[in-house]
């Protein structure tokens, strides 16, 4: 499977976006569906994924265990009506959806296995899809990784929030083409990283999270980890010169606690790109190289 985004019509020669103002028969107006608020079939579109480790940047090694997924209304955290659900290949770790592209979706992934089990997975949304971004990758964390991050971050999970991790991206036409570093995140407008009880961190030359002694700011990876945000709308800035100006900005909405994840590992991880669209990456020069 490459990393290229599939844009698929729900049927043949449609044009996605506007091919509606073409005209409709009464055999289309009996293609809407009552989920979609309206929207034709011909409005739809699939997209496939498949399932890899959290650390994954290629589709060479999907897992091979069967997980439920399905898309949520990313502004709400809410199950579409009717369900839009596939469940991952055993073999080839992919999962097909069809939803309404001109919406905000989510991916919610369930995760399985007994607690404490070494391949049990927890749950993870993936919020705020962009599917021009060219990535295709349901990403997913094993059991393990929540201690390995709480000991590299220095930080205790709480049970009542969820972690958020993400990255920002040089987005060209909102197309990743590579990461941005030397960036700082603030959350609800708070420019310092100790101001909340978020526990706030980056990813340096590895992909868990740092102290803030240590990271302060994005690496090349462009990585960010937040341990402990509450449930809700956040708004998050990123910002290369400490607030002067502001290259990208999103909003999310975290839907579950660890508490309330459906998985016997009671763990909940929120997934976010943040897409700078611009046509030269901002990474400093003087960002320091990866080691």
């Not at 989920?35 to 034709?40: E, L």
């Not at 990585?223 to 002067?244: E, P, R, S, W």
Request: charged fraction near 20%; proline fraction near 5%.
């Amino acid at each position: 499977m490459s990393l290229a985004m599939k844009r698929k019509v729900w049927t043949s020669a449609i044009v996605l976006m506007g091919a509606m103002a073409l005209g409709c028969s009464d055999d289309d107006d009996d293609k809407k569906s009552d989920a979609g608020g309206g929207n034709t079939e011909d409005e739809l579109v699939t997209w496939t994924g498949t399932l890899v480790g959290i650390t994954a940047d290629n589709a060479s090694a999907p897992i091979k265990v069967s997980h439920q997924v399905s898309v949520l209304d990313s502004d709400t955290g809410k199950p579409l009506d009717p369900p839009v659900e596939a469940t991952t290949d055993s073999v080839t770790g992919e999962a097909t959806l069809t939803f309404d592209p001109k919406k905000n979706n989510a991916i919610y992934i369930k995760g399985v296995g007994p607690a404490g089990g070494a391949t049990s997975t927890y749950d993870t949304v993936m919020v705020n899809i962009n599917l021009d971004s060219g990535d295709q990758l349901l990403r997913i964390s094993s059991a393990g990784t929540l201690s390995l991050a709480e000991m590299s971050g220095d930080f205790k999970a709480k049970q009542d929030r969820a972690a958020v991790t993400g990255a920002v991206y040089f987005s060209p036409k909102m197309v990743r083409t590579g990461a941005i570093g030397c960036a700082k995140l603030y959350i609800d407008g708070k420019a310092d990283p100790t101001s909340h009880d978020y526990d706030q961190r980056y990813m340096g030359s590895n992909p868990l999270p740092a102290r803030l002694a240590v990271q302060d700011q994005t690496s090349r990876r462009g990585q960010f980890y937040i341990a402990n945000m509450t449930t809700g709308m956040h708004k998050l800035q990123v910002t290369l010169d400490d607030g002067a100006n502001f290259i990208a900005e999103q909003t999310i909405f975290v839907p579950f606690t660890r508490d309330e994840a459906s998985s016997e590992t009671k763990s909940m991880l929120v997934q976010v790109g943040i897409d700078v669209d611009v046509a030269a990456n901002p990474t400093p020069a003087s960002c320091p190289q990866l080691m």
